[in-house]
Each structure stands twice: as C-alpha cells, then as structure tokens.
C-alpha cells in the first residue's frame, strides 16, 4: 500500500510538473520572447511527454485507486525460486 501511495505521488508531481513547464514555455512563445529558434518546438516536444506520462503512469494509477478504497483489488502472493 506504501508503494502505491508513493507511486501515485510522483506520478502526480511529475504530470504537474510536466505541465507547468508546458505552461510556462507556450506564454514564452506566446509573448514572442524566445532566446533560440529551437525553443518554438519545445512546447511540441513538452505535449507528447506530458501525453506519455499521463496516459501510462498517472490515470491508469488514478484509477486503480478507486479499486483500493473500495478494498476489492486482488493481490496474489507468489513465491520465487531461485
């Protein structure tokens, strides 16, 4: 369960993260205030890691906790040979 919770927190500040520096960079671009011509595609590049992080990490865990507050998640217990 600490896993989880500590999962799901840094899902959590790294898609908030993710989205304040997208937010910051589009009101540079915005304000014509970019320094290199590279900055111009940096919001493109910033979108599809926000998109990545969301969709992989963050809702899927999101979801699963529905699961876990209502207390019908599985968890099976295996044992490792070796």
Excluded: Q
């Amino acid at each position: 369960m600490f896993f989880y919770l500590l999962s799901l927190a840094a899902c959590l500040i790294l898609t908030i993260s993710v989205a304040m520096i997208l937010t910051r960079c589009l009101t540079v671009n915005w304000e014509r205030k970019n320094k290199h011509p590279l900055s111009y595609l940096l919001p493109v590049a910033l979108t599809v890691v926000l998109l990545y992080v969301s969709l992989t990490l963050t809702v899927p865990t999101l979801l699963d906790s529905v699961a876990i507050v209502n207390d019908t998640l599985t968890v099976e217990e295996i044992t490792v040979d070796g």
